[in-house]
């Protein structure tokens, strides 16, 4: 389940990204991205809770993935102010997440930079998307 929620995430965030910003294909597929993130993050958070010796890092990635893109689906439906950015930023950073996790935790172990968390305290950082030129008007 968790392999397959993350398959079709990984699918459906170029969807939504490169469809045209208006109420049709956009905003379903970033619906259907969100519901999909959280299950990825609920199936990770699972895995964790049934083998914590070995897998208890998925936790706090599950965590901060679903942190990402929950703020880019509630800028996109509150639309406060600056919304776009936050948006961008929220649903950039899961997918960046998302890509990441699905490209580096192959093994049975963390890598490297997640075993050293459980050592000393540090923070996980992740690149987020420039400043785009807006395709939208001005909030």
Known sequence: ??????????ILGPVAMLALNRPALHTRAGEAYHCVMLA?????????????????????????????????????????????MAHIKGQGGSYIAMTTSSRSFKGKRPPPRIRRLGRKPQGVTLPLPGRPTPRWPAA
Not at 1 to 10: E, N, R, V
Not at 54 to 72: D, K, N, Q, T, V
């Open 1 to 10: 389940m968790h392999i397959a929620a993350g398959t079709l995430g990984l």
């Open 40 to 84: 990825v993050c609920i199936t990770a958070a699972l895995l964790a809770v049934m083998d914590w010796r070995r897998l208890w890092w998925f936790l706090p990635i599950a965590a901060g993935s679903y942190a990402f893109a929950l703020l880019g689906y509630l800028a996109a439906t509150r639309r406060w102010r600056g919304w776009p």
